[in-house]
């Protein structure tokens, strides 16, 4: 089983920038994907960002050019380095992987995913 704990939330000013860490432990196939969602309250847990093994990446529309997802196998840590925020981007952030140890079509929705740590706050100010 794999666990996921986030961590690097916060509170910024618009236009300042946060980078959020998820450290991975346990098992993991040589092929996988990793994402970042973010809910918001009374909203649908969104996809942000996603990667594969290979560090292939796809963004949802309203963060690029300003979110960079990477991930550090060595360590063993996804990464969001999120710049230029605005008010709209806040919410929980959470990681998430999909487990499943085959192609990864870079989903950025939550039914790609069966594994999530429990997310981090960023709450962005006017």
């Known amino acids: 089983q794999v666990q996921l704990v986030e961590s690097g939330g916060g509170s910024v000013q618009a236009g300042g920038s946060l980078m959020l860490s998820c450290v991975v432990s346990?098992?993991?196939?040589?092929?996988?994907?990793l994402g970042w969602f973010r809910q918001a309250p009374g909203k649908e847990r969104e996809g942000v960002a996603a990667?594969?093994?290979?560090?292939?990446?796809k963004y949802t529309d309203s963060v690029k050019g300003r979110f960079n997802i990477s991930l550090d196998n060595a360590k063993k840590t996804l990464y969001l380095q999120m710049n230029s925020l605005k008010p709209e981007d806040t919410a929980m952030y959470y990681c998430?992987?999909?487990?499943?140890?085959?192609?990864?079509?870079?989903?950025?929705?939550?039914?790609?995913?069966?594994?999530w740590g429990q997310g981090t706050q960023v709450t962005v100010s006017s």
């Open positions: 346990g098992y993991m196939y040589s092929k996988y994907c």
């Open positions: 998430a992987t999909d487990g499943a140890g085959g192609y990864c079509p870079l989903p950025l929705w939550k039914g790609g995913y069966n594994e």
């Open positions: 990667i594969d093994n290979d560090g292939r990446t």
